[in-house]
Structure formats: C-alpha cells, structure tokens
C-alpha cells in the first residue's frame, strides 16, 4: 500500500526567505508524485507533477520539487516567498503503470508567511 | 474549460434528511473521484469510478453512503440518512487515466 508522510505539520517563514516542505512516501514502483496547494475555503490546486524523467521538476507559482529515489523523498521547495503563498499544501502519490488511480494525500502542511 | 463543478457549494441539513452532492467532472476525463476532508482525518478517497464504472468504494465510511455515475458528465454522492458526523468538505476530482487530477472548489456540509 502507498503512504505519503509530510513531518511537517506547520511551518513559518518570513516573506522573502526560502521555503522547503519534505514529504516521503512510500511505494513499491516508480510512482506518480504531486503537490497540490489549498487556500482557505478554496479547493485543491496542482502545483506541479512528476511522472518521469528530470527528477527536478518546476510547478507554477515559482515553486519547484526534486525526486529523490534513494531517499523516497519529494520535497517541495521555493527560493522567496510571497505573503500570498500562506496556504496549506498537501504530497500525494499516485500508482503508475496499470495501479490504483486514486491519490493518497499526506496530511499536508500549513504554511505562515511573517511580513 | 469550466474545471470540476460542484453543487451545492454549501449544505446545512438535520440529522436523519436525505442529502445529495453533485458533480460535473471535466470533459473528456474518464475517472471521477469523491474525496472527503476533515480536520481529524484529513483528506480521504471515499470512491472512484473510470469510465463510469465504481472501481474501488473501498473509503465509502458505511452503507449511508451511495455513489453513482449514471454518464461521463455527472456523479452523485448521496448519504442517507446523515448524521452530524458527516460534517465535512467533500471533493470532486476528475482525471484522465492516471494524470493529474483536478478539483472541484467543494462542498461544505454541515449535519445538525
């Protein structure tokens, strides 16, 4: 069964430092791998994917994320952030090839930015 | 493209009363996922459909629970009856094959 694990569970950064969320997961084949962000009262938003190929991968809204295989890792990261980027952001990983299609979501990780 | 329509946005209902969730997936997506989101729990896959077929009701918490998808275009997530419990987000995503999936904005219940 895959899990994903987000160890953090609320972080704070001062607006124009940069930010890093970790995320691991666990899953017996290469998976699928996602961020997704999630404002107040709003629905989720992808961020960025992976799938395959280039292990670093770049998102919208300046953000970025590397897949890191030996350490089952996905890490999302930004190098400034911006007061508008306060949210909750949640890894999830999905099966590839022929496996379960449904998402499992890690437990996400509420970000504050300080002015 | 409109992205994943839910309806109602919000619901308040007694406990006991019939309450159904609507979804509208993305055109040309073939699978449809109802998620649930709670603060103890966080968020949770309740079932997913690929081409109108139920796959995996595996998270339906209970026999209140029922899901359909009559077609490609529409899905209902109906619990009957509710019960405060229940109180939750519930979210609509929609994909195809297993490419990224897209939300919809939710729906927020409240069981009184």
């Known amino acids: 069964a895959q899990s994903v694990t987000q160890p953090d569970i609320h972080i704070t950064v001062s607006e124009g430092a940069s930010l890093e969320l970790r995320c691991n997961y666990s899953?017996?084949?290469?998976?699928?791998l996602f961020w997704y962000v999630q404002s107040p009262g709003q629905g989720l938003q992808l961020l960025l994917k992976y799938f395959s190929g280039d292990t670093l991968v770049q998102g919208i809204k300046g953000f970025e994320a590397e897949f890191k295989r030996s350490q089952s890792s996905f890490n999302l990261r930004k190098p400034s952030v911006h007061w508008s980027d306060a949210a909750e952001y949640f890894c999830?990983?999905?099966?590839?090839?022929?496996?379960?299609?449904?998402?499992?979501f890690g437990s996400g990780t509420r970000l504050q930015v300080q002015p | 493209d409109a992205g994943v329509i839910q309806s109602p946005r919000h619901e308040v209902t007694e406990m006991g009363q019939e309450v159904t969730l609507r979804c509208k997936p993305i055109?040309?997506?073939?699978?449809l996922f109802w998620y649930r989101q709670t603060m103890m729990r966080g968020l949770e896959l309740l079932i997913y459909f690929n081409n109108n077929v139920p796959i995996d009701d595996s998270g339906m918490p209970e026999d209140r629970f029922s899901a359909k998808m009559p077609n490609a275009s529409f899905s209902t997530l109906k619990i009957q009856p509710s019960e405060p419990r229940d109180s939750a987000v519930y979210f609509c995503?929609?994909?195809?094959?297993?490419?990224?999936?897209?939300f919809g904005p939710g729906t927020r219940l409240t069981v009184t």
């Open positions: 055109s040309g997506h073939n699978s």
């Open positions: 999830a990983v999905g099966a590839s090839g022929t496996g379960r299609r449904a998402l499992t």
């Open positions: 995503a929609s994909s195809y094959d297993q490419g990224e999936q897209y």
């Open positions: 899953y017996g084949a290469t998976p699928y």
